[in-house]
């Protein structure tokens, strides 16, 4: 087990903390853990890359603690009304095709290279600046006005880059079957 895995680990475990503050809606503690996690998110990747302690388990760990606290954070915010709806069906669709896709390339036996695009980088930045917003929001109400806009450009984001990796797996796909004839 390397550092940079159990750094990432404490993210998934304070996960249910994050989620508990927001269902409490103590939006103050809920920031301060999300706050948390994102320096432990930046924390975990500076380590592997300069300690050289990249592994395979990080490749899927790291994704998967920022999902489970992106997916949390919209379904929350979106039952109580913070975030809208559509926005919070847009984000776990995107990620639905996202693990579908993967399961799909998986199951064909083919080699899966997980390198994340610079479009969905900016659309996990803007959905993390989405929650942190909103978490913020009595702190940093200038920043609040644009909530809207925010929202509809995370959904945009959202969108272009789930065609994007549908793209990439039809690509790769594609490539396959010509292979094989």
């Keep these: 087990m390397t550092l940079p895995n159990l750094i990432t680990s404490l ?8 989620i508990i503050y927001l269902i409490r809606e103590d939006f103050p503690a809920a920031l301060v853990i999300f706050i948390i996690a994102g320096l432990s998110d930046g924390a975990d990747g500076l380590i592997a890359r300069v300690f050289n302690q990249k592994s395979r388990l990080g490749s899927y760990l790291d994704p998967l603690a920022d999902k489970i606290l992106l997916i949390a ?30 399961l799909i390339l998986f199951l064909n036996q083919m080699d899966i290279i997980i390198r994340p695009s610079i ?3 900016i659309t996990t930045c803007l959905q993390l600046g989405t929650v942190f917003m909103v978490l913020s929001r009595d702190y940093l109400p200038q920043l609040y006005r644009f ?26 796909m594609g490539e396959s079957v010509s292979e094989e004839q």
């Design 11 to 18: 993210r998934i475990i304070l996960a249910p903390i994050f």
């Design 73 to 102: 954070a919209f379904v929350v915010l979106s039952v109580r009304h913070f975030i809208p709806p559509w926005l919070t069906v847009m984000a776990i669709s995107r990620d639905i095709l996202i693990l579908l896709g993967v």
């Design 119 to 121: 479009v969905s980088k």
């Design 147 to 172: 909530n809207t806009a925010l929202f509809w450009l995370t959904g945009l984001f959202t969108i272009i880059s789930g065609l994007h990796y549908m793209y990439y797996w039809f690509k790769v």
